[in-house]
């Protein structure tokens, strides 16, 4: 998947032509934006993210876009991402879930960690912390999934994984 932002001159059926060519390499568009407001040099900005299958085609996307006068201001891969959420629950500080997603880090690519904790439970000392990544793959969120629930096993722990898995 890509994400392309191109200038095309302001003039009738430039927009088409823009895109017109993403057809002509086997491509798939997802999804369009052009912002007649933000102008640039009598250009306005078309924002298109797409499918390709091969780095050929997208170098021979951009050759046509150069051929028709289209300025390609930027160009990159675009991603989805895979959420994982867990529960963690015992008798830990919040260093123990700092060091644990910093030693997870070393294993599986985070795009982001939040984690939460709640205040410690007077009564017994326990407290529970929720953990919400955004991985790149299921395999790192496997891997994740495998390092957590071994390290709290370890570690005397209780840990839920979410529901909203796939």
């Not at 927009?15 to 007649?36: A, F, K, Q, T, Y």
């Not at 201001?73 to 997603?101: H, N």
């Amino acid at each position: 998947m890509v994400n392309a932002e191109l200038y095309v001159r302001d003039l009738p059926g430039q927009l088409v032509g823009s895109l017109e060519p993403i057809s002509m390499v086997d491509g798939n568009i997802v999804g369009v934006v052009h912002d007649r407001e933000q102008k640039v040099n009598n250009r306005i900005l078309v924002s298109v993210t797409f499918e390709v299958s091969t780095t050929r085609e997208l170098d021979q996307l951009k050759a046509i876009w150069r051929s028709k006068d289209i300025v390609i201001s930027k160009l990159g891969s675009v991603y989805e991402t895979v959420t994982a959420e867990y529960m963690l629950l015992g008798k830990f500080g919040a260093a123990y879930v700092d060091d644990i997603i910093d030693n997870a880090s070393k294993i599986v690519d985070f795009e982001s960690v939040d984690v939460s904790y709640t205040s410690k439970n007077s009564a017994d000392d326990s407290r529970t912390a929720l953990i919400t990544a955004e991985l790149r793959n299921h395999e790192d969120r496997d891997k994740l999934d495998r390092f957590l629930f071994k390290s709290s096993e370890r570690d005397g722990l209780m840990l839920i994984r979410g529901l909203g898995f796939d």
